[in-house]
């Protein structure tokens, strides 16, 4: 039985920061952010938009893209490791803004930015056990990544959300659910404790521990699929908390089948996968997707019928290496979706206005807001403890 992803959406919030002008701002050279870092500019979520106005954007565009109604969804979850409430699902609100049946098993998971792959491989092995009964899988990948002003992982933050939908006729990629490797292990390179809103993370700790987890991860496949190579991808997509984490991915897995040159072949295998997320920054369980998305849509090379190496980390750790084949027709389909154009759409934030941004950004759990957008799915704010929001206005 085939299995994969049939169709993608992608959310970005409506602001963003321009890295440069965060350099600058605070004493830093400009080109540790744009080439040490490899990213150029990061998402910011207005007040009105959060983890589940943006979850159900990307939801709501994948849907469209693959045709599907409410009530062909038989599984929803979403990956997420910035969540709005600790008991009730971020799926949940989907479900209601989205219309989705009542007949479908809802609900999220977590484990950091690998929350989303957990999700994407649950649902193709219920797929493939017969469970589904013609039904599809929407897994919304969501998250909204912030660290904090003034500390080293600031110019790694982001937003953004992306959604896949899962079927049996999968029109943008393949993938074999029986043929993945797997790291994992109970290392604290990067954690959000219960009463903080920024992540906390062991820099270089959590660059090492990546590393370590691709090792393990690549090594597992390999031992399954000794016939295989990196040189065997047409494309590989990392999960990119900044671009140059992509970079080094790419050296530590090319190097593990020997390679002597790994940078030689960056450029024809990664660098696609990395220009949407340059432009949006860290989106935790949603960034190897970015990848993904940003591969099918930039890459200007014929890619129907390639194979594509995935590779899903997250802090913690649970790490995954696994692979597809390219859908003859995928990169028009992903290309339809003008996912430049809906980046080239933001507005360009003031420092000033960013800093006030992510003060705001504090209360905004505990009071309802003052005033609220007047278009699809926005956050209206807290009332009797209860989170609000607004659905599509069409
Ligand atoms: N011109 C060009 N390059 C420059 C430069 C300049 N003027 N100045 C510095 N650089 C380069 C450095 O050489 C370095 O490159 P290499 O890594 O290739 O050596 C790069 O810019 C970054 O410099 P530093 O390491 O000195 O930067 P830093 O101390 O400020 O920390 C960071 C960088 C560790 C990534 C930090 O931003 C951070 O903690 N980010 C959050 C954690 C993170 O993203 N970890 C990734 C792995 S964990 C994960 O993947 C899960 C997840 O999503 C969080």
Not at 33 to 59: C, F, H, Q
Not at 207 to 213: E, G, H, K, R, T
Request: charged share 20%.
């Amino acid at each position: 039985m085939k299995v994969g992803i049939d169709a993608l959406g992608v959310a970005v919030p409506s602001l963003c920061l321009d890295l440069e002008a965060l350099a600058k701002a605070r004493g830093v050279d400009p080109k540790k952010y744009l080439d040490g870092i490899g990213t150029w500019r990061m998402g910011v979520a207005p007040l009105d938009e959060d983890t589940v106005t943006l979850a159900a954007r990307a939801a709501s565009m994948a849907m469209k893209s693959g045709e599907a109604s409410g009530d062909d969804i038989g599984l929803l979850v979403v990956g997420t490791e910035t969540a709005v409430d600790h008991s009730k699902p971020v799926s949940s609100y989907v479900q209601g803004l989205l219309g989705i049946g009542q007949r479908c098993r809802v609900f999220e998971t977590k484990h950091a930015c690998y929350g989303g792959t957990a999700a994407l491989m649950m649902a193709l092995d219920w797929l493939r056990s017969g469970s589904a009964r013609g039904r599809k899988a929407l897994v919304v990948c969501s998250d909204i990544a912030r660290y904090g002003l003034n500390t080293p992982g600031e110019p790694t933050q982001g937003a953004g959300a992306v959604a896949l939908l899962v079927s049996e006729a999968p029109r943008l990629l393949e993938l074999d659910p029986a043929l993945t490797g797997q790291h994992a292990t109970d290392v604290h390179d990067f954690w959000r404790p219960l009463y903080s809103k920024d992540a906390f993370v062991d820099g270089p700790y959590s660059v090492q521990c990546y590393l370590d987890a691709i090792t393990g991860a690549y090594r597992h496949f390999r031992e399954q699929a000794p016939w295989v190579t990196a040189d065997d991808f047409a494309a590989l997509a990392y999960h990119v908390p900044y671009g140059k984490m992509a970079r080094k991915a790419h050296r530590q897995l090319r190097a593990l089948d020997g390679d002597l040159n790994p940078d030689a072949s960056f450029d024809a295998q990664v660098a696609a996968s990395l220009a949407l997320p340059a432009q949006v920054g860290n989106v935790y369980t949603g960034s190897l997707y970015l990848a993904l998305a940003s591969l099918l849509a930039t890459s200007s090379r014929d890619l129907d019928g390639q194979r594509v190496g995935l590779f899903s980390y997250g802090s913690g750790s649970c790490a995954e290496f696994f692979a597809g084949s390219v859908v003859p027709g995928a990169q028009a389909r992903v290309k339809a979706l003008e996912l430049q154009a809906l980046l080239d759409a933001r507005e360009v934030l003031t420092i000033e206005a960013y800093e006030a941004l992510m003060a705001a950004r504090e209360a905004t759990d505990l009071k309802p807001l003052e005033r609220a957008r007047g278009d699809a799915f926005h956050f209206l704010g807290v009332e009797a403890h209860k989170r609000t929001y607004a659905g599509p206005s069409a």
